[in-house]
């Protein structure tokens, strides 16, 4: 099964909101990594955050890890309509960097 | 970063017939792998591709169906066999640097 689930699914919001997605997850991990990937394209990689790493900042984003709730969250602030996109977790257990991916969520922000 | 460059971008193929993707990476890498992404769907990790060494393949994948090769630290190829309407997907090679992984544009199959 899915090692990360997401919430919510779909998000949609007017540009200059701030835009909060959910990543929850199973078992230990090592890192988890968030992307963006825009209608039918590649994967882009926005922020690794470590398993000893409680909040990191990119820009406009914010990304939060809590372990001991196995849930991790990204905030989109001062979104803008270049934002809308699918936006996945995805985590690396174990010896390797292997990814499992979460479920997404499907985010539009409307002019 | 990395820089990873797949090709063909796109297809449409026939049922019954196999395709090659190929990934190109802009410099070396140890590990490569290939994700699989249904319609609507999240990404499945297909294989890991070690430079060297047969590819490692996760459950529900098999290698007749989706042999793999490696000829060189900045290389890979997916071959998709024996293609079925099922098999219509993106196909998503990744490499790994620095713990980061970084995925290609993809190759977006449709089986007719």
């Known amino acids: 099964s899915q090692q990360g689930e997401e919430d919510p699914q779909a998000l949609s919001i007017q540009e200059g909101e701030n835009a909060t997605m959910n990543c929850s997850y199973k078992t230990s991990i090592n890192n988890l990594q968030w992307y963006r990937q825009n209608s039918g394209r590649g994967l882009v990689h926005l922020i690794l955050?470590?398993?000893?790493?409680r909040e990191k900042h990119s820009g406009r984003l914010r990304v939060t890890l809590d372990t001991s709730k196995k849930s991790s969250s990204l905030l989109i602030t001062a979104s803008r309509a270049a934002d809308t996109a699918s936006y996945f977790c995805a985590t690396a257990t174990g010896g390797g960097n292997k990814l499992t991916f979460g479920t997404g969520t499907q985010l539009k922000v409307e002019l | 970063s990395a820089v990873i460059s797949q090709k063909p971008s796109r297809d449409i193929c026939q049922r019954g017939t196999s395709l090659t993707i190929q990934c190109q990476v802009d410099?070396?890498?140890?590990?490569m792998f290939w994700y699989r992404q249904q319609p609507g769907q999240s990404l499945t990790l297909i294989a890991t591709?070690?430079?060297?060494?047969?590819?490692?393949?996760e459950s529900g994948f098999v290698i007749d169906k989706f042999p793999i090769s490696r000829p060189n630290l900045t290389f890979s190829t997916l071959t998709v066999s024996n293609m079925s309407p099922e098999d219509s997907s993106i196909y998503l090679c990744s490499a790994e640097r620095g713990n980061t992984i970084y995925f290609g544009e993809g190759s977006w199959l449709t089986v007719v």
């Open positions: 410099s070396q890498v140890t590990m």
């Open positions: 955050i470590r398993s000893n790493e």
């Open positions: 591709a070690n430079q060297g060494s047969e590819a490692t393949y």
